[in-house]
């Protein structure tokens, strides 16, 4: 079965730094990129990240020259690299991995870890 098991999450000043880990247990098959998304009270989950099985990464524009995603393949695993952190990244973090259900269907975050929480307190 497969599972996303999250850690790293925890507390930091604002301006510090914290990194998420992410490990991937069991196949997932026609998987596509890895992601980081973030849910923040009284708001709607977002994308703060993405890893393609290449390599390719995108990134929301408040997080942009901020953090920094990355995947280690040997290991089934993606990290989440938070610098210069602010109050408002203030959120639970979620890994999630994409994947398509057929050949020639998208690519959609289909699996999904249980969260952690980073609070960044000002």
């Known amino acids: 079965q497969q599972q996303l098991v999250e850690s790293g999450g925890g507390s930091a000043q604002a301006g510090g730094s914290l990194k998420l880990s992410c490990t991937q247990f069991?196949?997932?098959?026609?998987?596509?990129?890895m992601g980081w998304h973030r849910q923040a009270p009284g708001k709607e989950r977002e994308l703060v990240a993405s890893?393609?099985?290449?390599?390719?990464?995108t990134y929301a524009d408040s997080v942009k020259g901020r953090f920094t995603i990355s995947q280690d393949n040997s290991k089934n695993s993606v990290y989440l690299e938070m610098n210069n952190l602010k109050f408002e990244d203030t959120a639970v973090y979620y890994c999630?991995?994409?994947?398509?259900?057929?050949?020639?269907?998208?690519?959609?975050?289909?699996?999904w870890g249980q969260g952690t929480q980073v609070t960044v307190s000002s």
């Open positions: 999630a991995a994409a994947a398509r259900t057929t050949i020639l269907a998208s690519c959609r975050y289909l699996y």
């Open positions: 069991g196949y997932i098959g026609r998987r596509c990129d």
């Open positions: 890893i393609s099985r290449q390599g390719h990464t």
